[in-house]
């Protein structure tokens, strides 16, 4: 069993960085491959970025690559997403999430409560 708890979203303009948390409980947080994925309004979730449990595997989805940084802190049992040269494209429900390697939401047993991710033009 894992807890996860997203922090760091907010409003920024077009252009701006955030940097979100997530931050988890559990004794195998190390043991999970995780994964950040986003839902705008109207939207299915998609699949942003992903990172093995060691951190050494990461992939991006095209619409990120080059302006979003996955990283975590297994020590500190936290992961990070390093969101740079946002787009209003970009706003929507920010979700982490630990299970296995993937790019599919099925593939993720633990999910966060979500944070909200504005990107105004």
């Known amino acids: 069993q894992v807890q996860l708890v997203e922090s760091g979203g907010g409003w920024v303009q077009a252009g701006g960085s955030l940097r979100l948390s997530c931050a988890a409980s559990?004794?195998?947080?190390?043991?999970?491959?995780m994964g950040w994925f986003r839902q705008a309004p109207g939207k299915e979730r998609e699949f942003v970025v992903r990172?093995?449990?060691?951190?050494?595997?990461?992939d991006y989805a095209d619409s990120v690559k080059g302006r979003f940084t996955i990283s975590r802190n297994n020590a500190k049992n936290t992961m990070y997403l390093q969101m740079d040269s946002l787009k209003p494209e970009d706003t929507a429900v920010y979700y982490c999430?630990?299970?296995?390697?993937?790019?599919?939401?099925?593939?993720?047993?633990?999910w966060g409560q979500g944070t909200q991710v504005t990107v105004s033009s």
């Open positions: 999430a630990a299970g296995l390697y993937s790019r599919v939401v099925a593939r993720y047993n633990y």
């Open positions: 559990g004794r195998t947080f190390s043991s999970y491959a």
């Open positions: 990172i093995s449990s060691s951190g050494a595997n990461t």
